[in-house]
């Protein structure tokens, strides 16, 4: 068997063929190469508007890299032809393999966009013996080509998330697709003002905007502004994933500012090495910060004072009625605006603000499910820190789109991994 039929087999050329081969040698490392003709009767077709035009002159050899083949790197060598076109002028043939402006062909870099979503960029470079910058550009045509194909014909129920992503105070705003069977993210914009959400909207198609039900997202201003302003007939709740997260940063405020307070005043230091066990659930601690919770619960600490308010308000979740509901959360506002502990006064001020659109959470039980925003959170985390490559916001968005995008792939006649 030969290396041509292999080729025929995994990727034939309509109106070229592979005319020779050659195994030859590179810093040391073996690399096929393999020459391409164009077919005999074959005319080339224009860049410019891609109609058969007549020949006008051939540009020297190229090379275009091809997917390895156990372990040897592979080149496409085709001088491409000139047309001279009536309507574009002299312009370069177009060719089925690759495009005029990239070294690697179509095939390679869905090879390595594919590997990049299992690795990360810097792993599916060493792997595959390229650069960062080709795994880069591979991942770039990727989701480009996935956006520009991708359906936003019918969503239903949206998730707004704002992600750290710099030292500092850098965010992105994230807008995912939340349903049964459907949850990708669809939009990603610098910073969280109201332009990084409102630009979401220009994408989207009037009829599909009327479409969308059921929006959850966190208390930030600028988000609920611009929901209010293009969502109108949505239901929007405030989901129970960042009110619990906005507890969790209030709890973690009294507890600083307390130990440092008491290590001033020259007390036991109770508060150390307590931060965890704090903000995890109950259930979800370790056998040592299970004991080291009983031994805080003793102290009469404002730390404590807060950590009992957040897991009473755990309760608020589990009521079926939103008017029992509503009796809950009024009553439990009460206790925290009379706890003295300021970052909680804060809370339930705002919660009080919102009062109607976090019991919405009721009217849209069932349809949005509580682990969705966060989970997809937690990926984009992870996505951000395994991507320590990412300085800019170009790379981060686009390491974001193809892990959590769901984009669409062209269909390949052969599966290369
Ligand atoms: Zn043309």
């Avoid at 129920?157 to 992503?165: H, K, M, N, S, T």
């Avoid at 307590?274 to 979800?284: D, I, V």
């Avoid at 009080?352 to 019991?359: D, E, G, K, N």
Wanted: hydrophobic fraction near 40%; charge should be positive.
């Amino acid at each position: 068997m030969q290396l041509k039929t292999i080729l025929n087999r995994v990727e034939k050329q309509k109106s070229f063929v592979y005319a020779n081969f050659r195994l030859t040698e590179e810093a040391g490392k073996p690399v096929i190469e393999v020459t391409i003709q164009p077919r005999a009767n074959g005319k080339a077709i224009c860049s410019g508007c891609q109609q058969p035009r007549p020949g006008y002159d051939r540009l020297p050899l190229r090379r275009f890299e091809f997917v390895p083949l156990w372990g040897i790197a592979v080149f496409f060598l085709y001088a491409m032809r000139r047309v001279n076109c009536p309507s574009c002028g002299v312009t370069v043939e177009a060719v089925p393999w690759g495009d005029g402006k990239c070294q690697l062909t179509h095939s390679y870099r869905w090879f390595l966009a594919r590997w990049a979503r299992r690795l990360s960029w810097q792993e599916v470079a060493e792997a595959f013996r390229t650069t960062w910058d080709h795994v880069f550009r591979s991942v770039k045509h990727a989701v480009r080509w996935g956006i520009l194909h991708r359906q936003l014909d019918a969503v239903k129920a949206l998730g707004i998330d704002e992600v750290q992503w710099q030292r500092g105070h850098k965010y992105l705003t994230l807008v995912y697709q939340i349903e049964d069977g459907l949850k990708r993210l669809l939009w990603i914009a610098p910073e969280r003002t109201e332009e990084s959400l409102r630009g979401f909207f220009e994408i989207l198609t009037d009829r599909v905007r009327q479409g969308v039900r059921f929006v959850a997202s966190d208390m930030w201003q600028p988000y609920l502004t611009v929901t209010r302003e293009r969502l109108d007939q949505a239901v929007h709740v405030l989901d129970r994933f960042h009110i619990m997260k906005k507890m969790n940063e209030a709890i973690d405020q009294i507890r600083r500012e307390e130990a440092a307070r008491l290590k001033h005043d020259g007390y036991q230091p109770v508060l150390k090495h307590s931060r965890w066990c704090l903000l995890k659930r109950p259930e979800n601690l370790t056998d040592k910060q299970t004991v080291k919770l009983d031994e805080l619960l003793k102290y009469n600490l404002q730390t404590v004072r807060g950590y009992l308010l957040r897991e009473d308000f755990q309760r608020f979740w589990e009521y079926h009625s939103t008017g029992w509901a509503a009796r809950f959360l009024d009553e439990w506002c009460g206790r925290a605006m009379r706890s003295r502990l300021r970052p909680m006064k804060k809370i339930a001020a705002s919660l009080r603000a919102h009062r109607t659109l976090i019991l919405n959470w009721f009217r849209a039980k069932g349809t949005i499910s509580a682990g969705t925003v966060e989970g997809l959170n937690n990926k984009v985390k992870l996505t951000t820190r395994k991507a320590y490559g990412f300085r800019t916001f170009e790379a981060v968005e686009i390491a974001l789109y193809h892990t959590l995008g769901a984009l669409p792939e062209p269909e390949f006649t052969h599966e290369f991994c």
